[in-house]
């Protein structure tokens, strides 16, 4: 079902508010810190880079441990 429909039918904006509305407050926070404002501002494209490159980070952080 995934390779056939990943995202659900949901366009990428819907599934960025809820990806968005769906972060405990502090992660909020954090990621709209990074951003600069708020995430729900910024165009999908650069939001999905902004993601990436957390997730990037935090993984690698989790495996040098």
């Excluded at 056939?4 to 960025?16: C, R, Y």
């Excluded at 972060?23 to 902004?50: I, P, R, S, Y």
Aim: overall charge negative.
């Amino acid at each position: 079902m995934l390779r056939k429909e990943p995202n659900h039918g949901f366009k990428d904006i819907a599934q960025l508010n809820i990806f968005h509305n769906g972060l405990k407050f502090d992660t909020k926070m954090f990621l709209d810190v990074v951003v600069g404002g708020t995430l729900m501002v910024v165009d999908v494209e650069q939001a999905t880079k902004f993601i990436d490159a957390l997730t990037s980070i935090d993984y690698q952080a989790h495996n040098d441990r």
